[in-house]
């Protein structure tokens, strides 16, 4: 059974800080790329972060966090992070830990980033 539990979420001031982790369990956690979604309320869910399988030696962002947002990968923990700095309110929505494979793709139940003064 293939499970993605995310968490680190929470509320947080504009221009702070928050890391995000999605420990993975039920496959061999280094076969997988591993990516970060969010969705805000009303709004389709969005591309954020990726990180190759194995190592994790190559690294995409979206343009709207790119020298913000930083992912990586421990696998010694089966676990996935996102470190988030300088957080803007427009980073606000459930974000979502993915697992790809091919064509398999697994997902977390998300969560929840607030960023609000």
């Known amino acids: 059974q293939v499970h993605l539990a995310e968490a680190g979420g929470g509320l947080v001031q504009p221009g702070g800080s928050l890391k995000l982790s999605c420990e993975v369990s039920?496959?061999?956690?280094?076969?997988?790329?591993m990516g970060w979604f969010r969705q805000a309320p009303g709004k389709e869910r969005e591309f954020v972060a990726a990180i190759s399988r194995g190592a994790g030696v190559s690294s995409f962002y979206s343009d709207s966090v790119k020298g913000r947002f930083t992912v990586f990968r421990d696998v010694s923990k089966n676990t996935v992070y996102l470190q988030m700095n300088s957080l803007k309110p427009g980073d606000t929505g459930n974000y979502y830990c993915n697992a790809s494979i091919g064509s398999l793709r697994f997902w977390g139940q998300g969560t929840q980033v607030t960023v609000s003064s």
């Open positions: 039920g496959v061999t956690f280094s076969d997988y790329a």
